[in-house]
């Protein structure tokens, strides 16, 4: 049972009471049963005029949430529409109250809803006007007198969004051809023309209208600036490279050359002209001295002659090199002639520079080479013996890399030359070639030289009985001792008749009765010793050193000896 039904039965209950407390003093008075009825008659009247007045306010109360909620439900169907959402539905089993009040709750939502969406999209309006009148731009498509949906609104603002970022790109870019074009101006030492010209350097960069076209004029204008000052860094640069070559080939002095300094460095109009007075006057001089100017292109042709390994053939088919006419003509003629030699160098450059590489290395092995036979290079200190052997190694591996890549080089040269690559008028491969065999040539020469020498003073030996001492401080260790050199001379003095047979008879006693002076073939390798004397000490050998000049017809190298016995 419902609290409202209980307090019901309890208003029944006390209006039952109530008259029964009427009735009980209405008979303990004695009032007639007709006056009874009469009051009861007005307590009937008043609680019914009563119990009517309060249904009629709740009766009034009913009808007014009827037509709130019939109005509420009017105004949510227009909102739903303008705002392009879902009806609103309504729930079942909702009293009149709760009904109200959902639907006034959703109407006061959807009302603030279409106030935002209708300042936002005034907002956005406003900022799309701005950008277009930047950029010089179509507005928005939009009904600005509709309620926008929320895509509607998504898609304003990535519209603008984007827009947004063209003009920061736009004006970004604006910004940076405008600082171009201001430091083209100047550097030409022009001043803007047209009007557009001076919108972009006089005008506030916020003034500029940052449309597509006008994009495209400026990117046109920096271009044709850019053209303008190329161009003339090509002149300037021409006419430095030219004032360079006749400052060189002219000489003149380094006073007058710090005078156009200022002008060497940058390239405008007046640098220009500076420049183009120079190159006239040095262009009359030139004139006045137009033989030393062409023999200064000589030496420089010569010089590319050697670095392009021009043959003599070569060399003679540019017969004005050899001439004494020094007219224009002929200056013009060897200037021609420097600049396809410098041409030709730069473009095979790399080739040549392997050539000088293998011409350099070829250079340095043969002067190892020949240092490898010369014997005093044993007295060398520091290890310069130990580098330069392995200086020749590393060349001896080297070199047969180089040729090799240097064989690859040429052949793709030929190929697209549809010629010879010729060094000194001769193929390269071919003259690598022909400097190994002259290589191996001189070897073999040598060795026979040597044999020869050898064989000479062997016979000389032979002869005379006299062997060349060398000063090496190997040879003391084969030297005997000074008791033993003393029986030498003993013995070498007791005949005087043959120096041949003396010496035999000499060291033939001498050897069978010591071992020790019959040196073996490394003798020049390993120190003979003294059986008995094995802890000899380096000063007694140095004062065994004082006993050499009593061996000079006696003593003889390891060699001598073993031809001797022989």
């Known amino acids: 049972m419902r609290r409202s039904e209980v307090h019901a039965a309890e208003s029944v209950a006390c209006l039952n009471r109530a008259l029964n407390q009427l009735k009980d003093i209405w008979e303990e008075i004695g009032i007639p049963e007709d006056q009874r009825l009469q009051r009861t008659d007005v307590v009937k009247k008043h609680i019914k005029g009563l119990l009517d007045m309060m249904i ?159 994009i495209t004029a400026l990117q046109l204008l920096l271009g044709q600036l850019e053209d303008r000052k190329t161009e003339n860094e090509l002149v300037c640069s021409s006419y430095r490279t030219k004032i360079q070559e006749l400052w060189e080939r002219l000489q003149v002095p380094q006073e007058e050359r710090d005078g156009m300094s200022d002008h060497m460095g940058q390239s405008r109009k007046k640098n220009m002209d500076a420049l183009q007075a120079e190159c006239r006057r040095l262009e009359q001089l030139k004139i006045k001295n137009m033989r030393n100017v062409i023999e200064d292109i000589r030496a420089e042709v010569a010089l590319f002659w050697e670095r392009c390994y021009y043959s003599l053939e070569q060399r003679q088919a540019f017969t004005p090199y050899y001439g004494d006419d020094y007219t224009e003509e002929m200056l013009n003629l060897h200037q021609e002639e420097l600049l396809s030699l410098k041409k030709h160098y730069e473009d095979h450059r790399e080739l040549f520079e392997g050539v000088t590489r293998w011409q350099d290395s070829w250079t ?140 035999r008879s000499a060291f033939g006693g001498t050897m069978c009765q010591s071992p020790v002076l019959r040196p073996p073939m490394s003798a020049s390798k390993i120190p003979l010793r003294t059986p008995g004397r094995v802890g000899r000490t380096p000063r007694t050998v140095e004062r065994n050193k004082e006993n050499i000049s009593h061996l000079n017809g006696t003593a003889l190298s390891a060699r001598s000896l073993k031809s001797f016995q022989i």
């Open 56 to 214: 009629a306010e709740e009766d009034s109360l009913r009808k007014r949430l009827m037509s709130s909620i019939e109005s509420c439900r009017k105004e949510l169907d227009v909102l739903c529409t303008e705002l392009q959402l879902s009806p609103f539905e309504e729930d079942e089993g909702r009293t009149m109250l709760q009904l109200e009040k959902d639907i006034r709750s959703r109407l006061e939502v959807m009302m603030k809803q279409k106030s935002q969406r209708v300042k936002e999209l005034k907002t956005l309006y406003k900022q799309d006007r701005e950008l277009c009148d930047i950029m010089c731009s179509v507005p928005f498509c939009i009904d600005l007198d509709s309620v926008p949906s929320l895509e509607q609104l998504d898609s304003y603002h990535s519209y603008l969004n984007d827009l947004t970022k063209e003009k920061d790109r736009r004006h970004g870019e604006f910004v940076g051809i405008r600082r171009q074009i201001i430091l083209c101006m100047e550097e030409l030492d022009q001043l803007p023309d047209t009007s557009f010209e001076r919108d972009v350097v006089c005008e506030d960069e916020e003034a500029f209208c940052l449309s597509s076209d006008n």
């Open 364 to 503: 340095l092995f043969l002067q190892l080479e020949k240092k490898a036979t010369d014997p005093s290079r044993f007295n060398n200190r520091g290890g310069n013996l130990l580098k330069e052997e392995k200086q020749r190694a590393d060349l001896q591996k080297s070199l047969p890399k180089l040729e090799k890549s240097l064989k690859t080089q040429i052949n793709l040269w030929e190929e697209e030359q549809y010629r010879e690559f010729l060094v000194n008028g001769q193929r390269f491969l071919q003259y690598v070639q022909e400097q190994w065999e002259l290589l191996r040539l001189e070897k073999e020469r040598e060795k026979n030289e040597r044999q020869l020498k050898k064989n000479q003073q062997i016979e000389q030996d032979l002869l005379y009985g006299t062997a060349q001492r060398t000063p090496s401080k190997r040879r003391l260790a084969e030297t005997p001792t000074p008791g033993k050199a003393r029986k030498l001379n003993a013995t070498s003095s007791m005949s005087s008749s043959t120096p041949n047979s003396t010496l």
